[in-house]
């Protein structure tokens, strides 16, 4: 089973520049999640969307925008890269009902110079 | 803020049992506790969870005192693959996991 998958796995930016990560899962799960993860620290909450066509803002938004077209894909965007940008970005999903848990993608790592 | 507490490493022998505390005093009722584990930088992967029961799968067990307080990850025999970050995790109120430092576990050989 594929999973979560995220795309690309690594990438490299100059300040300024925009691009796309993308999210995309196949166990039909209602629920998707983009964090962020600094060295050292735990996993940021940036958006999340609890269904197609909705999205929500989660701890750290700014700077990212999120589009949740179609249920399996959540598309993650940065307009102007900034330095303060870079870090390694997953994915998840969940299934809907109480207590289920998250699943992660394998992250997308990305350096804003 | 993240809701729980835990120590920040712990060393385990090979083919013991590894036994990961987490302290998250401030849960509420219908909160369940969730770990999660990152090995290197990859992905985290999903352990167990739950919400008062002591639950147990093919990877670990979950003991969850009964004031729910507190709670302890168990790896029954760890081998030098368990290496890892293990992250306690009590979702909050907008089902969001709230992620905190976790515990750096080495396995030694």
């Known amino acids: 089973n594929a999973g979560v998958t995220q795309t690309p796995k690594f990438r490299v930016l100059k300040t300024g520049q925009s691009m796309t990560l993308l999210c995309a899962q196949d166990m039909n799960h209602e629920y998707m999640y983009w964090y962020r993860q600094d060295p050292g620290m735990g996993l940021r909450l940036i958006h999340y969307s609890v269904g197609e066509g909705t999205t929500a803002k989660g701890e750290v938004p700014d700077g990212y925008n999120v589009s949740r077209l179609k249920k399996q894909n959540f598309l993650l965007g940065l307009e102007s890269a900034a330095p303060s940008q870079t870090s390694v970005y997953f994915c998840?999903?969940?299934?809907?009902?109480?207590?289920?848990?998250?699943?992660f993608g394998d992250g997308t790592r990305l350096s804003i110079l | 803020d993240a809701k729980t507490t835990q120590p920040p490493s712990m060393d385990c022998a090979e083919g013991r049992a590894a036994n990961l505390p987490c302290n998250h005093s401030?849960?509420?009722?219908?909160?369940?506790v969730y770990w999660y584990r990152q090995i290197h930088s990859q992905g985290p992967q999903y352990i167990i969870h739950g919400l008062k029961n002591n639950e147990t799968n093919e990877m670990a067990s979950l003991i969850i005192t009964e004031d729910r307080k507190s709670s302890t990850l168990i790896l029954p025999h760890a081998t030098l693959r368990d290496t890892a970050v293990y992250y306690c995790i009590v979702m909050d109120s907008n089902y969001q996991l709230i992620w905190g430092a976790g515990t750096k576990l080495i396995i030694k050989p």
């Open positions: 998840a999903s969940r299934m809907t009902g109480n207590g289920q848990p998250q699943h």
């Open positions: 401030t849960i509420s009722g219908n909160e369940y």
